[in-house]
């Protein structure tokens, strides 16, 4: 037998590995590979969150459009998103490295100033690594977090009647994919003479090149005491965060279109490739923000700022609706979304 | 400024690397880059140990040479066996995988079946993942180990008068992959029609193809109450752990040739191919056993079976010598180790 991954996908692949896993059986452990990190007991009261993800060069990133530093800026923090998608914190990170002989030693310098960056903002320490030689540049980054066990919030809690919400715009990361594959069409079509102006898109770009885990809405949401019903981070894309939090939870949801916080430099670069800026937010992902559900009483308990609502949870059996400026209801698939080379994800 | 990795070697890129990082302020952390893996206190005087590893197709294995399943049992098994170097038990592993779209379905289960068989037999669990396309089969695994605060064993702990001892038979890794490099020759010269012999080599391929960290030797000194001064694993090679040891020591070492524990099977196979084999037991590498340190008084405490003196550490002033069996006293170099396709290590 030989059966392509393309042909099943990767959630099938998934569940093939886990049923050569079985169940495990250590007594500390609270979750494992089906959330977005693994979550074990580390004693008095505490547990550790564990997530793993790595960046491969022709397949992640382009490197001639991505800058070293934030190539680490955003290596670190797409981890780090998923432990901010556990309401944990990150403690500690770990980076295996495959570097190919044309990456210069200060290359390697400015990756870790990226690294180096983003572990300070985000508070957690770079403890260990590993450097070896490959083909391609290839980053796989561990993160460590840290959470009393109570305050561990699943992809599973969401219940009819709360809020469903995101903590930022969203929609921008893609903007920002789609600039940075017009500019690389240009420098293919004008080469060397191509000078890209980047004023009105640098923010955009910069969504797309080095984005900031939400750290600083879990620590918000600590000090007040809240946390919400259930959670991930947006890397797939809105449409299909809300997909999974509704088949883990059981739930159905309604969304409004007109909710949907969008930057207007998004808004611009959709206009300018004549797309529907919608799409972009729905359907863009990588913009690891956080999309969580709260019961609407406790949504009062925060900063109106730091969040916007955009829609509610349902019972199940009208799945997940997307409501039109104009009332209209339909249904609201899970999308996708491509990786930077149009590669096949598996 | 654009500097090759190759001009400054691996040793001085780490340095570049921890410059960038600076020193870690996190409270926790015991131990950081510079050892075998971190560690950091959890709480109740226990602490945990993490390392991280990375093989990568063409560079660390030949998929025509390696079943899948013993790749899975050797990606974990080299991480595990950073984690007893720290005389620590693993607990949890999570693994990114890059994948080539020429590997299948049942290539991945064949791999992760290894991961499992690994898993089990030294007592860990398989808390999560990441799956992502590749142009090369990319396998990053990191192991979190455990131990008691006052049980970790670093590099630096040997003292003049301790015995070095190893846990097993060393150069057999080594015999292994010259036997495969040569049934690649041999297949690249004579096409199908080349059968390889394998039952005289079984014993050094399998040392080769999946190697077993030597946890049972951890847990065992548990149970006698004994841990050495100063501990290592063999990968880079006999004679490049012991420099490893006497460097972060302070300490010089005198190693016996004629002590030197090697199987027959890679007797036979450096003799066929006219090679020296105390040159694959010191310099071979990938060998997963245990290098370690301990006053003669408190070796007298384990089963004789499981160890093999080779040598003493002495005081600094006569560096790392080997004593021929003749009585002759030469320098022993740290010498090196290849990659399977003679790629630079970086």
């Known amino acids: 037998m030989s059966t392509l991954i393309s042909e099943i996908g990767e959630f099938a692949l998934i569940d093939r590995m886990q ?3 079985g169940a495990p059986s250590d007594a500390d ?12 007991r580390i004693g008095g009261g505490k547990v550790h969150v564990v997530t793993t993800d790595a960046l491969i060069e022709a397949v992640h990133f382009d490197r001639t459009f991505m800058p070293m530093q934030h190539l680490g800026v955003k290596a670190l923090s797409v ?15 770990t980076i295996a490295l495959g570097l190919p002989n044309n990456v210069s030693v200060e290359q390697v310098e400015a990756l870790y100033q990226g690294f180096q960056q983003a572990a300070a903002q985000y508070g957690c320490t770079i403890i260990g690594g590993d450097t070896t ?13 840290e959470a009393r066990e109570e305050q561990v919030v699943y992809r599973s809690g969401a219940r009819p009647g709360d809020a469903l919400c995101v903590t930022g715009d969203v929609g921008a990361a893609y903007a920002g994919l789609q ?11 004008q080469g060397e003479d191509y000078e890209p102006d980047i004023t009105d898109v640098q923010y ?3 969504r797309q090149l080095a984005p900031t885990a939400q750290v600083n809405v879990i620590r918000d949401w600590a000090e007040r005491g809240v946390q919400p019903t259930a959670l991930i981070d947006v890397s797939d894309g809105v449409a299909s965060e809300i997909h999974h939090l509704c088949a883990q939870g059981g739930v159905g949801a309604r969304v409004y279109t007109a909710s949907l916080p969008i930057a207007f430099e998004t808004r611009d670069v959709a206009d300018h490739f004549r797309e529907d800026v919608d799409t972009y937010a729905l ?24 969040f916007v609502a955009i829609g509610e949870i349902t019972t199940p059996e009208t799945g ?8 209209t209801l339909v249904n609201l698939g899970a999308g996708g979304y491509q990786h930077f080379n149009d590669e096949p994800s598996s």
Not at 79 to 93: E, G, K, L, Q
Not at 133 to 145: D, E, N, P, Q, Y
Request: aromatic share 6%; charged share 20%; net charge negative.
């Open 283 to 306: 359907f863009g992902g990588e913009d690891y923000e956080l999309l969580f559900t709260m019961p609407p009483a406790v949504l009062d308990k925060l900063d109106p700022t730091t």
């Open 204 to 206: 955009v770009i910069q």
């Open 19 to 21: 049923a050569v896993l």
């Open 29 to 40: 452990l609270l979750a494992g590979i089906a959330d977005d990190a693994a979550v074990y």
């Open 133 to 145: 030689a490959a083909r391609f540049l290839t980053i796989s980054v561990t993160v460590i977090g």
């Open 179 to 189: 600039v940075l594959l017009d500019q690389r069409r240009q420098l293919q079509e």
């Open 320 to 327: 997940v609706q997307l409501q039109t400026p104009e009332g």
């Open 79 to 93: 981890n780090v998103s998923d432990i901010a998608a556990m309401n944990a914190v990150p403690r500690y990170a």
